[in-house]
């Protein structure tokens, strides 16, 4: 009998597929897990049992859940009664410390989620520039609007030539017509970069990328083609929009912008920035902030943006990133978790590697060789990490699928060295188990 289980064949009945959210289903297990309560690195779900979590919320939660300065926030953002859809003195104070943390942040906006940051920003590069199209880099991830939800998650066997990647989409229902508003280029191709540029500059309104592409695990520029970024659009008029929904504040107070020494035109900030609170941000120069309404003729609204609640939490949150030590410990914990899991892989012999920055990872399984994009990245064996994820959830570390390729997990601040040697300890089975798996499949 568990609780998990039942849960999930009642939840069905009433929430689609069982889950508020699609990939919500963790394709390890076939089902969500439900968890009944949360407190620092750890969850426990509604049978009982006790989990280290390393998916912390896909990167929301980075200080750890339920944080007593970020519930304090809250409350006293509850006691005065929490009028949302009116301005008040918290919005400006949080537009404040993002101004003056983000480098490329001069004027910023709230919404709800990552998914509406990049769906504003985009019109605003519409709108700014009066251009139409975006070039947009093979794999990378924006949320689930319509305009961005092309290549993404491409079957290897379907990616089309790397000079001209295939607009797959990611979903049924998209309207005809949006895959012709795209410009397509794999990641750190500065070469495939500068001649997509060449050819459409005329008709693109923005590049947009992740800076570090943690939604294939995690993926860094390289010097060339971050050159190639920071340059090339601005040579040809072109807006450069980082997507740092999932980047943002995990290895530096700035963002992934301030660590790679990159300031784009326009930014979105997700996840941590609400420090487990719904909230997303995106800002950019003072002159294209200035195009949306009412100083200038974009729109963008929303009866929750700026909630008084998200906001109280943002602002605790992100001055709890400013504290002196906090990105040393992201980087000791990160440090030692990484290196004892590719430990562990090395001494099983399991072909995994671990490859993370800041307070993300991702791992790869198989012979991937090196990983500079997407194509890189979907080689990696899915079975192995299935069965990897599997095991870890069996022995108490909490691991999130979503479905499609390699996957980005994470620690929150709240780990401390204990944590991570007591993850290692209960992973180690797991990662014991794919051998014996191994070995009994070859007899
Ligand atoms: C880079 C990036 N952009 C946008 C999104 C969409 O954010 P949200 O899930 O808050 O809508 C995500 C979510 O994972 C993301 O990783």
């Known amino acids: 009998m568990s609780k998990v289980t039942d849960l999930f064949a009642r939840a069905q009945r009433s929430l689609a597929g069982g889950v508020s959210s699609s990939t919500r289903v963790n394709r390890a297990l076939g089902h969500p897990l439900y968890f009944a309560r949360a407190d620092g690195c750890r969850l426990w779900d509604l049978d009982g049992r006790e989990y280290i979590d390393l998916c912390c919320s896909h990167g929301a939660t980075l200080v750890g859940h339920g944080d007593a300065r970020i519930r304090a926030a809250v409350e006293r953002a509850l006691a005065t009664g929490a009028a949302c859809s009116y301005e008040n003195e918290l919005q400006t104070e949080l537009a404040e410390l993002v101004c003056a943390m983000v480098p490329a942040c001069e004027r910023v906006r709230f919404v709800g989620s990552g998914t509406e940051a990049t769906m504003h920003a985009i019109r605003l590069a519409r709108a700014y520039t009066g251009k139409p199209k975006l070039l947009k880099i093979e794999g990378n991830f924006h949320g689930y609007h319509d305009q961005?939800?092309?290549?993404?998650?491409?079957?290897?066997?379907?990616?089309?030539?790397?000079?001209?990647?295939?607009?797959?989409?990611?979903?049924?229902?998209?309207?005809?017509?949006?895959?012709?508003?795209?410009?397509?280029?794999?990641?750190?191709?500065?070469?495939?970069?500068?001649a997509a540029l060449e050819r459409h500059a005329h008709e693109l309104a923005a590049v947009i990328c992740e800076p570090i592409y943690f939604n294939a695990g995690c993926i860094r520029p390289t010097p060339e083609f971050l050159a190639a970024l920071r340059d090339e659009p601005r040579r040809h008029g072109v807006l450069l929009m980082f997507d740092e929904v999932l980047a943002a504040f995990r290895m530096?107070?700035?963002?992934?912008?301030?660590?790679?020494?990159?300031?784009?035109?326009?930014?979105?900030?997700?996840?941590?920035?609400?420090g487990g609170y719904p909230l997303s941000v995106f800002g950019g120069r003072r002159e294209i902030m200035e195009k949306l309404m009412p100083t200038g003729d974009c729109q963008h609204s929303g009866t929750y943006n700026g909630h008084p609640t998200s906001v109280a939490a943002a602002i605790a949150a992100l001055k709890i990133y400013g504290e002196p030590g906090f990105y040393e410990h992201i980087g000791a914990i990160g440090a030692e978790l990484f290196a004892g899991m590719n430990e562990l892989f090395a001494r099983y012999d399991v072909p995994g590697r671990v490859e993370g920055l800041g307070a993300r990872f991702g791992i790869y399984f198989g012979d991937v060789g090196a990983l500079g994009n997407y194509r890189d990245a979907v080689r990696h064996d899915r079975s192995l990490m299935l069965r990897f994820i599997r095991g870890a959830i069996d022995n108490g570390v909490y691991f999130h699928d979503y479905g499609g390729g390699a996957c980005h997990h994470g620690f929150c601040a709240a780990m401390t060295s204990t944590d991570v040697r007591e993850a290692l300890e209960r992973l180690e089975p797991a990662v014991a188990s794919l051998v014996v798996a191994a070995e009994a499949a070859t007899v």
């Open 148 to 194: 961005v939800m092309f290549s993404i998650g491409t079957p290897a066997d379907q990616l089309g030539p790397e000079s001209s990647p295939t607009a797959w989409a990611a979903s049924s229902g998209m309207a005809p017509g949006l895959a012709e508003q795209l410009v397509l280029v794999p990641y750190n191709r500065p070469d495939l970069l500068k």
């Open 252 to 274: 530096a107070p700035g963002g992934a912008q301030q660590y790679l020494g990159v300031t784009p035109d326009l930014c979105t900030l997700g996840k941590a920035v609400g």
